[in-house]
């Protein structure tokens, strides 16, 4: 399997990514979490080493399937999830307020089973000036430390 550096990190990770939300989450054919298991364990002996979720999806359960799935392999995967969007009135909002990234990360890190995540929020990117003041905020929290790239 080819290797790519994510970003302008020195994370290196396969040229293939699994995305993981369709596994239990979004569309009509939802496999049984033993058929998602041996999925994504049969991705990684394949070389697969990243895999991406989002707490929203499910919301919550596709985090904690990938953590279950991939927990024997943690030490050979990169595990990307997305943050900062909270489920209120049954409708998506974003909460990109320091705490609530941090309750984010923190669920995170628990239902992936791991101590280390790749994080990303894409629209942090497109408000640059916004996401530096988050990024700050999460630094003062002193919650970066668990996140090995954040892009």
């Known amino acids: 399997m080819q290797k790519r ?7 290196e990770v396969s040229a293939i990514g699994l995305g993981c939300m369709g596994l239990n989450y979004a569309y009509s054919h939802i496999l049984d979490k033993k058929e998602s298991i041996s999925l994504l364990q ?4 394949r070389g697969v080493t ?16 990938v953590g279950e799935a991939l927990k024997p392999y943690r030490d050979r995967v990169v595990i ?17 307020h320091p705490l609530g ?7 995170s890190l628990k239902r992936l089973k791991t101590d ?9 990117s497109r408000r640059v000036g916004k996401a530096h003041g988050i ?3 999460i630094a003062d929290h002193r919650i970066l430390t668990p996140i090995r790239r954040c892009g």
Request: charged share 30%; no cysteine.
């Open 5 to 11: 550096k994510l970003g302008n990190s020195n994370l």
């Open 135 to 137: 990024i700050d905020g």
């Open 50 to 65: 990243l895999f991406d979720t989002a707490e929203m999806y499910g919301p919550f359960t596709n985090e904690e399937l």
């Open 80 to 96: 990307a999830t997305k943050f900062g969007i909270k489920l209120q009135d049954g409708k998506q909002v974003q909460d990109s």
């Open 116 to 124: 280390v995540i790749y994080s990303r929020r894409r629209s942090l």
């Open 101 to 107: 990234i941090r309750e984010s990360i923190e669920g």
């Open 42 to 45: 049969a991705a990684v002996e």
